[in-house]
């Protein structure tokens, strides 16, 4: 499993907890340092399915009034 969502879903799917393991990801990368500097824009990257929440991000957006640019398949 990559993350709870997927841990979850397969507790649920009837798989013994005993034989579900949690693999981070298998590179550290370096924290990326904070900026006070916005940009012109929010970007989604990644799977377009409900799990994701894409369509929040996207009512945030609108009401913040934030163009969105989405990126997936």
Do not use: W, Y
């Not at 397969?10 to 981070?24: Q, S, Y």
């Not at 916005?38 to 996207?58: E, I, N, P, Y």
């Amino acid at each position: 499993m990559l993350n709870d969502l997927q841990r979850r879903a397969a507790g649920r799917a009837g798989v013994p907890a005993d034989r579900i393991h949690r693999v981070p990801n298998f590179i550290d990368l370096p924290e990326a340092p904070a900026t006070e500097q916005r940009g012109s824009h929010a970007l989604f990257a990644g799977r377009l399915t409900a799990s994701k929440g894409v369509d929040v991000l996207v009512g945030a957006c609108a009401v913040a009034r934030l163009p969105l640019r989405i990126v997936g398949d």
